[in-house]
């Protein structure tokens, strides 16, 4: 796919994470959506399996909630954890436990079509296997010049 962008593990969170590579990753970066991965030790190079998704606005909320004060950065999180995909008060969900996602050799009309037709933040992540390779933006799609 020429409009998907290829995946920079360090812009991915990893399932298990400390609020310090959160908040590194939010001052790094200026992404608006952050894939969570479970890397892949056997295979050789850089991999992951996509498990969930971000926003950085979640992220902040995250931060807040977790480490209001900033005093304990090393506080590990597993971002999979129910609570934050189903939260017992039924507020905002913060992690996207299963976001869309097509194979390489999908087209871009379906990709379109897909992005129609979920409700999520503008993206759709393309695996292989569920191995993540790359992501496709709303914005990068439609401005795109013919």
Not at 49 to 62: C, K, V
Request: proline share 8%; net charge neutral; hydrophobic share 35%.
């Amino acid at each position: 796919m020429k409009f998907m962008t290829r995946v920079n593990l360090e812009h991915c969170l990893a399932q298990i994470t400390t609020l310090r590579e959160i908040l590194h990753l939010l001052m790094t970066t200026k992404d608006s959506n952050y894939p969570i991965i479970r890397p892949l030790c056997w295979k050789k190079g850089d991999a992951g399996l996509l498990e969930g998704n971000m926003s950085r606005r979640h992220l902040e909320i995250l931060l807040k909630r977790l480490d209001p004060q900033g005093e304990n950065p090393d506080t590990e999180v597993d971002l999979l954890d129910p609570h934050y995909q189903a939260p017992e008060d039924n507020s905002e969900p913060l992690v996207v436990g299963n976001p869309p996602c097509v194979p390489p050799e999908t087209t871009i009309k379906e990709v379109y079509l897909l992005m129609k037709h979920c409700k999520n933040e503008g993206i759709i992540y393309v695996t292989d296997r569920g191995v993540l390779k790359g992501s496709i933006t709303f914005a990068n799609l439609v401005a795109r010049k013919i």
